[in-house]
């Protein structure tokens, strides 16, 4: 059983930066690829990021391409989205999920409780 836990969310100013890490236990996660998601109040579950198993290829949501990046380290069994330029807009809490490499949460099978970043403006 993968258990998947965030951390580095808080409250931040906007323009300020963030580094979220994602952390695994139990299988490694070198052979899975990973994303980040985050929900706003009252909003659905929406794509961040995803990053493949070498992490070589890399996709991003509109929103936030040229100012987030997703990294993993395989030999740590950890992923990272460093956020920079951070918007109001990106007020929500952050999750990391493994499974695909791919947009569609419905593809991801393990998922961290996750972090809440909030950025004031």
């Known amino acids: 059983q993968v258990q998947l836990v965030e951390s580095g969310g808080g409250l931040v100013q906007a323009g300020d930066s963030l580094r979220l890490s994602c952390a695994a236990s139990?299988?490694?996660?070198?052979?899975?690829?990973m994303g980040w998601f985050r929900q706003a109040p009252g909003k659905e579950r929406e794509f961040i990021a995803t990053i493949t198993t070498s992490g070589r290829m890399t996709e991003y949501a509109e929103s936030v391409k040229g100012r987030f990046t997703i990294s993993r380290d395989n030999a740590k069994n950890t992923v990272a989205l460093q956020m920079n330029s951070l918007k109001p807009d990106d007020t929500g809490v952050y999750y990391c999920?493994?499974?695909?490499?791919?947009?569609?949460?419905?593809?991801?099978?393990?998922w961290g409780q996750g972090t809440q970043v909030t950025v004031s403006s």
């Open positions: 139990g299988p490694t996660l070198s052979s899975s690829p």
């Open positions: 999920a493994a499974g695909i490499y791919g947009r569609w949460s419905t593809g991801y099978k393990y």
